[in-house]
Nanobody, 114 residues
Framework: VQLVESGGGLAQAGGSLRLSCAASVSIVSIAAMGWYQQGPGKQRELVAS???????NYADSVKGRFAISRDNAKNTVYLEMNIVKPEDTAVYYC?????????WGQGTQVTVSS
């Protein structure tokens, strides 16, 4: 499974960004997909995830601001980032969990200016 992220970039605080993660295979049977963030000098942390059943999970820091969704027809997972804050600045990595194996994308940089 290959994952390619896009949509990162620079945003002002209070603005919005949408990240996309395109998979090289059908995501219908992929158990879970989601996004991690890794800020400067920090460990990688889960931001949001979504299962095949559509169950979502969010980090407390992004609840009410970010939304994860998946389009099975396009083999793509999205992360809608709203009301972004400078502390959201990080490299965002897409992941896919399939048959007990985790696959990672290359990451996309998100920078939020105050």
């Amino acid at each position: 499974v290959q994952l390619v992220e896009s949509g990162g970039g620079l945003a002002q605080a209070g603005g919005s960004l949408r990240l996309s993660c395109a998979a090289s295979v059908s995501i219908v049977s992929i158990a879970a997909m989601g996004w991690y963030q890794q800020g400067p000098g920090k460990q990688r942390e889960l931001v949001a995830s979504i299962t095949t059943a559509g169950t979502t999970n969010y980090a407390d820091s992004v609840k009410g601001r970010f939304a994860i969704s998946r389009d099975n027809a396009k083999n793509t997972v999205y992360l809608e980032m709203n009301i972004v804050k400078p502390e959201d600045t990080a490299v965002y990595y897409c992941y896919a969990l399939e048959r007990a194996r985790v696959y990672w994308g290359q990451g996309t940089q998100v920078t939020v200016s105050s």
